[in-house]
């Protein structure tokens, strides 16, 4: 018979996350639970080689239901007796977290924690062994970055076993859940204990109830409730509750200890001011220049330029492709590792010596505000501004990585509503450029007449006017209301800095790297099979004849799929080497501010929202983008 | 006042027709002629040949009628936790013995008009400024006063649930401290940011 496993967790927890991590490829079912309309998930997955039917049940705070979702995941859970349950808490709901975790005990079915908490933020010292032992269940870590190693998570649901009860009631309690066990213990035959459903008896539970009677023959299930409603009494929901409160605010306490700040003396006038009118505004315009100064500065002038231009540039790409085409000659196999899309000339050289120096940068920087807690501050500061667009302040950490738009629109994954990661794509797509890309427009846009450049600003900013006005057409209601825990400001700790950085790298390398390595391969073999060059003769003319550019900017474009950043590169050469007047300038500027991102980009939101719509985004903003710089192009020619 | 039986008619008549005359042929369709005899001989109503109206008395009755059926319907449904056909029996029984000051504690025990769709009564109105002044959302609480948690409308933004794990549940002491750029408050485990728009569903008690 296949094994079940219930994912239970809060709304927002992170737990559709780790359910696509462990579901079967393309093989999630959403069902609509009878009568209510609301939807779960159903997947396979396999445990230790076996296979076994994966739920995604509906966001719960309590097991005694008090919602609908809730209503739904007890259902699920007296109905599925699932042979083990993964429970996903977050750092930030400890308690109610904690509340759940002692009834999923008294469950009395195998479960497993997993730990979504802050990569470099973390206000608590966790006690995982002290948090295993109490409850006798396996905890595995992840954070709001990245998922949690599918085999890490597999490897411990393996392991797992009857969980441990954390405390005992008052006397008359005990000895009434003592007695309905003994009386009915070989009569109901069932994986939730009898020491759960008593207990939620006791607390006048009428779906147990109605479970009871539904699944067991009537004169036994009646002499359950009537046995039962013999010893209900107010008191003793009362009782119970408080023994859990009480329970929940021990183990708190002596599991999560709060992490004592350091440098707190020293960041005072910092915490004052980020507060107040205007000097938040400056604040976070310095920490933003601090940041992306950074980047330039060490990012993209010193680590790109020793690793990509000096080391693969001057040394290992050269010795690679003497060595190569020494072996193989001119032949198939070294274009496919040194040619002009070859693995090593351009999806690793990019995926490695220029993307993940400028990225490492950029998380070193992000790391250190993260771990001082200004970007809370930060995202408090842009929450106003944000919410013109109908997102609020949770979306600015996921802009702020549009350093690499890729990294962006998957960091926009962890936004609370669907309406949100629309917007938010909307912004990504035809407002915000990657960094790198805007430092060569702008380069590009200060080498023409100045009343072109303010061309290409006004025709952003009538963008973001449409897009202020496209976010009533989107259906999803109001979205969410931000809410968070203002933490004192505080030094960084480098030790949790560094392993900051490190896990975001390690996320990078994971999550973008086989992506940007892929597309490679893509255009190698596109242009192997002569769909590179058949797609340039197809572009070329349109280029020419309605955006008036030269049949070399075609080159520019086709590097633009890859890189937008290269696209940008290419358009200056061609700017410098005076293959294009002012006009072109401007019309090339606009083509590749506005178009589709990136084949990265595109392949991340495959992922995220299927090929079709991927696509569909890809063609339409294409054309979009076709439409404005022919329309520009045209104007200035009258 | 009236029995119960002529009370609940009061009050129905009171809601359906208010003062104006209606077609007598057309009342005698929803009412028996006795009862309309006995409203009439209470000077309750006035019945002509052709038509039926209450009287300016009737009207007031009626009124205070409908509150004690509105009042009494919530507290059998909400508070005795009686179905729709068991709150129609108990009706019966409790609007028999009702009195003013009786229907004012079972109206101050159902939470006033304010928390329900039913007519106004005196001592809704007093409830009501009282509350004005000590109950209140949190977003217009003075900035620098204490006030106590008194409830928090999960019910409307399920986000508010989070509150709980941030150290906010009816009974705390909280404080707001600045309006920019968010709400700002302080409470015992340390500062929190709110959209206005949330701390409209936290109501405190000035302290």
């Known amino acids: ?638 | 006042m009236a029995d119960a039986e002529e009370t609940i008619v009061l009050a129905e008549m009171a809601d359906k027709y208010g003062g104006r005359r209606q077609a007598l042929k057309k009342v005698k369709e929803h009412y028996t002629k006795d009862t309309l005899n006995r409203l009439a001989a209470q000077n309750y109503a006035q019945a002509g040949s052709a038509y039926f109206a209450l009287t300016e008395q009737g009207l007031a009755a009626g009124r205070q009628a409908k509150r004690a059926v509105s009042v009494l319907r919530i507290f059998c449904a909400e508070i005795l936790g009686l179905t729709q056909k068991e709150t129609a029996g108990h009706l019966q029984t409790l609007l028999g013995g009702i009195t003013p000051a009786l229907l004012e504690r079972y109206c101050t025990l159902i939470g006033h008009a304010y928390s329900h769709k039913i007519p106004e009564g005196a001592c809704c109105a007093q409830a009501k400024a009282h509350n004005a002044e000590t109950v209140l959302p949190l977003n217009q609480l003075p900035v620098g006063v204490d006030a106590l948690v008194i409830y928090v409308q999960t019910s409307q933004r399920p986000e508010l649930l989070k509150l709980y794990d941030l150290g906010i549940h009816p009974g705390k002491t909280v404080r707001l401290q600045q309006l920019y750029p968010a709400y700002i408050i302080a409470t015992e485990q340390g500062r929190l940011a709110l959209d206005n728009t949330l701390t409209g569903f936290i109501f405190v008690q000035r302290t």
């Open chain 1, 1 to 638: 018979m296949t094994k079940t496993l219930l994912l239970i967790g809060q709304n927002f927890s992170g737990k559709t996350e780790l359910f696509h991590n462990l579901a079967e490829n393309g093989r999630i079912k959403t069902i609509y639970y009878p009568q209510t309309g609301i939807p779960y998930e159903e997947s396979f997955t396999r445990i230790g080689g076996e296979r076994c039917r994966l739920i995604n049940t509906p966001g719960i705070y309590t097991l005694i239901p008090t919602s609908e979702y809730e209503i739904i995941t007890l259902d699920l859970i007296l109905s599925r007796q699932p042979d083990k349950i993964i429970f996903v808490m977050q750092e930030n709901t400890l308690k109610s977290s904690v509340l759940i975790m002692i009834q999923l005990a008294e469950l009395g079915i195998p479960f497993i924690v997993n730990y979504v908490r802050s990569v470099s933020g973390a206000a608590y010292v966790f006690d995982r062994a002290k948090l295993a032992h109490t409850f006798n269940a396996e905890v595995v870590f992840s954070s709001p970055v990245f998922e949690p190693s599918a085999r890490e998570l597999k490897k411990a649901l393996e392991r797992g076993s009857k969980p441990r009860w954390v405390g005992n009631y008052s006397r008359a309690v005990e000895k009434t859940l003592q007695t309905f066990v003994r009386e009915f213990q070989f009569q109901i035959r069932s994986k939730i204990s009898l020491r759960f459903l008593s207990l939620m008896l006791l607390l006048g539970n009428k779906n147990i109830a109605g479970w009871l009677r539904r699944n067991y023959p009537p004169a036994l299930s009646r002499k359950m409730l009537k046995y039962m409603d013999s010893r209900y009494e107010l008191a003793n929901a009362f009782a119970i509750a408080n023994r859990w409160e009480s329970l929940g605010g021990n183990l708190c306490r002596a599991v999560w200890r709060p992490e004592q700040p350091r440098g707190l003396r020293l960041s005072y006038v910092l915490e004052k001011y980020s507060l107040k009118f205007i000097w938040d505004a400056v604040i976070a315009a310095l920490s933003l220049i601090f940041m992306f100064g950074f980047v330039n500065l060490c990012g993209s002038k010193m680590l790109v330029n020793f690793f990509y231009r000096e080391l693969l540039g001057k040394y290992f790409i050269p010795f690679c492709t003497y060595f190569l085409t020494g072996w193989f000659g001119d032949g198939f196999l070294a274009a496919f590792f040194v040619g002009p899309y070859g693995l090593l000339t351009t999806g690793l050289a990019y995926a490695l010596a220029v993307m993940l120096p400028l990225l490492a940068s950029f998380f070193f920087a992000y790391a250190l505000l993260e771990n001082s807690g200004y970007i809370d501050r930060l995202s408090l500061t842009f929450n106003r501004l944000l919410k013109l667009f109908g997102l609020n302040g949770y979306a600015a950490p996921a802009l702020l990585f549009g350093c690499c738009k890729i990294a962006a629109l998957h960091k926009t994954r962890t936004l609370y509503t669907r309406r949100e990661r629309a917007l938010s794509l909307l912004l990504l797509i035809f407002f915000l450029p990657c960094v790198s890309q805007l430092v060569i427009v702008f380069n590009l846009l200060t080498i023409i007449p100045r009343h072109y450049a303010l061309i290409f600003l006004g025709v952003l900013l009538g963008q973001l006017f449409i897009l202020l006005n496209l976010r009533r057409l989107l259906p999803g209601g109001t979205g969410s209301h931000y809410l968070s825990e203002l933490r004192p400001l505080h030094l960084p700790d480098p030790g949790k800095v560094f392993s900051a950085v490190w896990a975001y790298t390690r996320w990078y390398l994971r999550a973008i790297c086989p992506l940007i390595i892929g597309i490679s391969l893509l255009l190698f073999l596109s242009d192997a099979v002569g769909l590179l060059g058949l797609l340039k003769n197809l572009f070329a003319p349109f280029t020419v004849v309605f955006l008036d550019l030269p049949e070399a900017f075609t080159d520019s474009l086709i590097l633009g799929l890859f890189r937008k950043d290269l696209s940008a590169v290419s358009l200056y050469d061609l700017a410098n080497n005076g293959m294009l007047n002012s006009i072109q300038v401007l019309v090339a500027c606009l083509f590749i501010s506005l178009s589709a991102p990136c084949l990265g980009f595109v392949s991340e939101l495959g992922r995220q929202r299927g090929w079709r719509q991927a696509l569909l985004i890809f063609a339409l903003s294409t054309a979009y983008a076709f439409t404005i710089a022919a329309l520009v192009n045209k104007i200035l020619r009258i």
